[in-house]
């Protein structure tokens, strides 16, 4: 009978192990930019602001450190590393990065969302990201950050 429940219990663990996802690999080779195009499009932004955010109000962020990572890829790819804490556990963070402008500043605006009528607990929730801000023509950039300069990178 003993055997009987240690052969069942072996086998939940082996199928459970089965059904766990498999992650995409870090290690997975970047794509080349399009002919004739000097720099990739933007990453998809998991914090990308939504249409329902309209019904939100926007919130502070507090942001402890920034970094910039310079990953050793072809393309170069720039990623932007972020720790803080949002104001509640309730409020998203939202971030928009847009295109560097004529001085080849990348302007970075870092905020949150919440929804005025949820009751939360008033705490201050940590975060930690990195966001890919992509690829870059042959030029000298600088990142800011809510207006504050985070650092530059040759591409």
Do not use: W
């Not at 399009?34 to 932004?45: A, I």
């Not at 607990?121 to 990195?130: K, R």
Request: hydrophobic share 40%; with cysteine.
């Amino acid at each position: 009978m003993f055997r009987l429940l240690l052969l069942s219990v072996g086998m939940i663990f082996v199928l459970s192990a089965c059904a766990t996802p498999v992650e995409a690999d870090p290690n997975s080779p970047v794509v080349n930019p399009p002919e004739g195009g000097s720099e990739t499009p933007l990453p998809s932004n998991p914090y990308q602001p939504l249409e329902s955010d309209a019904a939100l109000q926007r919130g502070e962020v507090f942001i402890d450190t920034t970094d910039l990572l310079i990953l050793e890829s072809y393309p170069v790819q720039i990623n932007l590393v972020l720790q803080g804490n949002l104001p509640t556990p309730c409020h998203e963070l939202r971030i928009v990065a847009n295109q560097p402008d004529e001085d080849n500043r990348i302007l970075v605006e870092v905020y949150s969302v919440v929804d005025p009528e949820q009751v939360c607990i008033q705490m201050l929730q940590s975060f930690e990201v990195t966001y890919n801000l992509g690829s870059f023509p042959s030029g000298n950039y600088t990142v800011l950050v809510n207006g504050e300069e985070v650092g530059q990178f040759d591409s």
